[in-house]
């Protein structure tokens, strides 16, 4: 992403990091270092990053936050993150954080329903063809924008269409740093299901990295984005080998509320 954050000095020893709307693939270095440099210049006392306008968060964002608390610790400072949404305190408790953090769990309904669009008569009855695109780096984020948009006019809550794009996000940015930079993605709607199909023309998925259903060690950086799918989606069905990748996600949309 172009400019993950924003980096202040707010008063005397905290130094404040706005992280931007959209955390998503950030580099974790350029951040680190101008947030190291700000510390230094402040003789910081106090790292506080501030989520007040993050609206989504993937598995290089966590890994941010937790690099960043490293760097506090290391220099004897206080660590704090402000400004998270529902939406992304539980993608931080799903992820084991929030105790880390100092944060409290939100729970799944806590999310804000931002006005959903009235369903279309008679589409939850035969299959939908929603999309199918080609992505790379820098394809990503409008994806996420016409998959956000069409879990809208499905009637999902603000939380339900987070976990819904942030499933498809982690299997498209593995996509890009492991199978070759970029893929295509195939989105249908089945019924009360959404089936994305996600496909790279990569190495293929170590085997030890294929059937991982224990959660991450808390505060261990590294992908989490297959354990983090298979917590949000019925099914994560997978296909791999030397000649590339396809991940099956099954989506069950939940009920809409009376």
Not at 4 to 14: K, N, R, S
Not at 21 to 49: F, I, N, P, W, Y
Not at 239 to 250: A, C, E, S
């Amino acid at each position: 992403m172009d400019r993950p954050a924003q980096i202040d000095i707010v008063v005397d020893g905290t130094v404040r990091v706005a992280l931007a709307a959209t955390v998503v693939m950030v580099r974790h270095d350029e951040v680190l270092s101008q947030v190291e440099q700000a510390m230094k210049a402040a003789r910081g006392t106090r790292l506080q990053m501030d989520l007040t306008e993050v609206t989504a968060l993937d598995s290089s964002g966590v890994a941010l936050l937790v690099l960043a608390r490293r760097l506090a610790v290391r220099s004897g400072a206080e660590f704090q993150v402000r400004g998270a949404s529902p939406e992304i305190r539980q993608h931080l408790h799903m992820a084991g954080l929030t105790t880390l953090f100092g944060l409290p769990p939100a729970e799944a309904g806590d999310g804000p329903d931002t006005g959903a669009a009235e369903e279309v008569p008679g589409a939850a009855a035969s299959a939908v063809h929603v999309l199918d695109e080609p992505f790379d780096r820098q394809g990503i984020q409008a994806i996420r924008d016409r998959l956000w948009s069409y879990a809208t006019s499905c009637g999902l809550s603000g939380f339900d269409r987070y976990r819904l794009v942030l499933a498809a996000s982690e299997i498209m940015t593995n996509a890009v740093l492991h199978g070759g930079g970029r893929g295509t993605i195939d989105v249908e709607r089945q019924g009360e299901r959404l089936v994305l199909r996600i496909t790279d023309q990569g190495p293929g998925i170590p085997r030890q990295h294929r059937t991982g259903n224990l959660r991450p060690r808390p505060g261990r950086v590294r992908s989490a984005g297959l354990w983090l799918a298979r917590q949000i989606c019925e099914r994560v069905d997978i296909d791999t080998g030397p000649g590339g990748t396809t991940v099956l996600l099954t989506y069950a949309m939940p009920p809409r509320a009376e």
